[in-house]
C-alpha cells in the first residue's frame, strides 16, 4: 500500500508506562523541544495537542500522557477511549519498567475500545550509555514476541533520549506512519466491502456483469487491486492476458 502526500490526519494518542520512564519529558520534548531537568510525577493525565509535516502530509497528535500511580488505574479506562494510536515507554537502565511493558500491554486490550491499533514500543534514556540494563536485541526480540501473540496489531521498536532530542521526532514519525497505514488500510477495506455489495446485487438482478478498467499500468490495474478479493464470489477462469488487456471470467457471471 503506498504513501500518498496531501492527507490531513488527526488521531488521539496514548503514552503509557511506569513512572518516572521519561513519558512526560519525551513529550515535552517532541512539543517544545525542552528538557528539564525537574522530575515531576504526572498526576492522573496530561493532555497536549501538536503537529508535524510526515511526507506531504499534515498529521495532528492529540497526546494523552497517562499518569502510571496505581491510584489513577480506575481512571484510565475513560482516559483509553477513542485512542488510536499508542507508546509504550521503558526506561533502558530500569529493567523492571522493560518486564512491565507486557502488563501495560494487556492493560490496553483489556480497556481499549478500539482494537489492534498500532504500538510503538520506547525504550528511552539512551543517553545513560554507562548505566543500560536492556539491549536493543531485546527490545526487538519484545517485539517478535507480542507480534506472534497478536499478528493484527502492529508493533515496532525505537529507543530516544529525551535529554538529548536523539530519535524522538522519529517515534512521532513513526506511530504517525502505522496510523496513516492502518487508516488507509481501513478506508479501501470498506470501499471493497461497498463495491462486493453492488457487484453481488447487480449480479443477482443481471445474471451476467462486465467490467472495464483503462490504466496507464500495463501490469496492473488501481480497479484490479480493489478487486483482488473477487475469488469469494466465485471461482475465476483467464480468458485473455498479454500486456494490452486482460480478460478474466468468473463463474457467477462477473467478467473482468
Not at 30 to 53: A, C, I, M, P, Q
Not at 137 to 165: D, P, R
Not at 222 to 245: H, S, Y
Amino acid at each position: 500500500m503506498r504513501l500518498d502526500s496531501g492527507g490531513i490526519y488527526k488521531f488521539k494518542f496514548i503514552i503509557v508506562g511506569d513512572k518516572a520512564v521519561g513519558k512526560s519529558s519525551i513529550v515535552r520534548r517532541f512539543v517544545e523541544n525542552k528538557f528539564t531537568l525537574d522530575y515531576r510525577s504526572t498526576l492522573g493525565l496530561n493532555v497536549l495537542s501538536h503537529s508535524l509535516s510526515f511526507y506531504g502530509n499534515e498529521v495532528y497528535f492529540s497526546l494523552w500522557d497517562v499518569g502510571a500511580q496505581e491510584y489513577f488505574k480506575r481512571f484510565r479506562k475513560t482516559y483509553y477511549i477513542g485512542a488510536q494510536a499508542a507508546f509504550i515507554v521503558f526506561d533502558v537502565c530500569e529493567r523492571d519498567s522493560f518486564a512491565n511493558v507486557k502488563v501495560w500491554y494487556k492493560e490496553l486490550e483489556v480497556f481499549l475500545d478500539k482494537k489492534n491499533i498500532p504500538i510503538v514500543i520506547v525504550g528511552n534514556k539512551i543517553d545513560l550509555a554507562d548505566q543500560r540494563s536492556v539491549e536493543y536485541k531485546e527490545g526487538i526480540a519484545l517485539v517478535e514476541e507480542l507480534t506472534k501473540e497478536n499478528s493484527e496489531t502492529h508493533f515496532s521498536y525505537i529507543e530516544t533520549s529525551a535529554l538529548t532530542g536523539e530519535n524522538v521526532e522519529d517515534a512521532f514519525s513513526l506511530i504517525a506512519y502505522h496510523y496513516i497505514m492502518k487508516s488507509k488500510e481501513r478506508e479501501e477495506q470498506k470501499l471493497k466491502e461497498s463495491l462486493m455489495d453492488q457487484i453481488n446485487s447487480l449480479l443477482n438482478k443481471k445474471g451476467k456483469l462486465t467490467i472495464s478498467f483503462i490504466t496507464e499500468n500495463p501490469y496492473w490495474s488501481p480497479g484490479l487491486q480493489i478487486l483482488n478479493e473477487v475469488n469469494i464470489l466465485c471461482e475465476c477462469e483467464k480468458l485473455l492476458d498479454d500486456k494490452e488487456k486482460r480478460l478474466y471470467n468468473y463463474s457467477n457471471g462477473l467478467v473482468i
